[in-house]
């Protein structure tokens, strides 16, 4: 019983964490996370040890597609990546010494937050527009940005993954398709270095949860890649506004759980 309720959280575990990583370039962190800690009472650090090391194959395979697809502008992003890796470590030490109840909290609120943001007000912005902005200006606010969201992403995991689709559309002006798979192609990189910082303090993960999360979470961000890049930019606001809003009051309620 104890191992089937285990693949039965690992699989809906990864399926949230796949479509949110897919659609959205969303951190597992976000879905994984909740669902260890409240349904097989995981410590919270391992449990987002778990989640960043699923985000890191499932962000890879969605980066990829998306590049083969021409929405990912690796230029840019590996700028932004610099700064987001230095400071993915910081923020993975920090959360270390804070305690478990702060952590999680602002992920769920900014999952829902932009979930509604991209149902009301889509991002529309074509290549052209995104592509007319001063190279300099870009380089400058990609590190300080890139700063502020590997602290996050170190923090609390899935706080990144939001916070660098919010700043890819609305600060930097991407298009969406191109700002998800940026966001992917940097969050590879960053939840590899936020597991490893997880595992070296916190010790190695449970073996058996980590490879299931890490298969089913492969698999639904390589599904909901491929659809998004086939998706018409309307339709894939739509699409990655309900996910959120979904995981983000899916998240809310485990949360609740969890405390209770």
Same mark, same amino acid.
């Given at each position: 019983?104890?191992?089937?309720?285990?693949?039965?959280?690992?699989?809906?575990?990864?399926?949230?964490?796949?479509?949110?990583?897919?659609?959205?370039?969303?951190?597992?962190?976000?879905?994984?996370? =909740?669902?260890?800690?409240?349904?097989?009472?995981?410590?919270?650090?391992?449990?987002?040890?778990?989640?960043?090391?699923?985000?890191?194959?499932?962000?890879?395979?969605?980066?990829?597609?998306?590049? $083969?697809? $021409?929405?990912?502008?690796?230029?840019? @992003?590996? #700028?932004?990546?610099?700064?987001?890796?230095?400071?993915? #470590?910081? @923020?993975?030490?920090?959360?270390?010494?804070?305690?478990?109840?702060?952590?999680?909290?602002?992920?769920?609120?900014?999952? &829902?937050?932009?979930?509604?943001?991209?149902?009301?007000? =889509?991002?529309?912005?074509?290549?052209?527009?995104?592509?007319?902005?001063?190279? $300099?200006?870009?380089?400058?606010?990609?590190?300080?940005?890139?700063?502020?969201?590997? !602290?996050?992403?170190?923090?609390?995991?899935?706080?990144?993954?939001?916070?660098?689709?919010?700043?890819?559309?609305?600060?930097?002006?991407?298009?969406?398709?191109?700002?998800?798979?940026?966001?992917?192609?940097?969050?590879?990189?960053?939840?590899?270095?936020?597991?490893?910082?997880?595992?070296?303090?916190?010790?190695?993960?449970?073996?058996?949860?980590?490879?299931?999360?890490?298969?089913?979470?492969?698999?639904?961000?390589?599904?909901?890649?491929? &659809?998004?890049?086939?998706?018409?930019?309307?339709?894939?606001?739509?699409?990655?506004?309900?996910?959120?809003?979904?995981?983000?009051?899916?998240? &809310?309620? !485990?949360? $609740?759980?969890?405390?209770?």
């Amino acid at each position: 019983m104890e191992i089937l309720m285990m693949v039965l959280v690992a699989f809906f575990a990864g399926m949230g964490a796949g479509l949110g990583t897919g659609f959205a370039g969303m951190s597992a962190a976000a879905v994984i996370s =909740p669902m260890l800690i409240t349904f097989l009472g995981m410590e919270p650090y391992a449990a987002v040890g778990i989640a960043l090391s699923s985000d890191v194959l499932a962000s890879a395979v969605s980066a990829y597609t998306y590049g $083969k697809n $021409k929405n990912l502008d690796v230029k840019n @992003g590996l #700028v932004m990546m610099a700064s987001v890796l230095v400071f993915t #470590v910081v @923020g993975s030490y920090v959360s270390s010494l804070v305690p478990s109840q702060t952590m999680g909290g602002f992920s769920v609120f900014m999952t &829902f937050l932009l979930g509604i943001k991209f149902i009301v007000r =889509p991002v529309m912005t074509t290549k052209e527009t995104m592509q007319a902005v001063d190279p $300099k200006k870009r380089v400058i606010q990609s590190i300080v940005c890139g700063t502020l969201i590997g !602290f996050i992403c170190g923090f609390v995991g899935a706080g990144g993954g939001m916070m660098m689709l919010l700043i890819l559309t609305s600060v930097l002006g991407y298009e969406l398709k191109t700002a998800v798979g940026t966001s992917v192609f940097i969050m590879t990189f960053t939840a590899f270095t936020g597991a490893a910082s997880h595992f070296a303090i916190g010790g190695a993960p449970d073996w058996p949860v980590f490879i299931l999360c890490v298969i089913f979470t492969l698999l639904w961000a390589r599904i909901a890649a491929r &659809f998004a890049n086939k998706a018409n930019p309307k339709t894939l606001n739509r699409a990655t506004g309900v996910v959120l809003v979904v995981l983000g009051v899916v998240i &809310f309620a !485990f949360s $609740k759980l969890s405390a209770a």
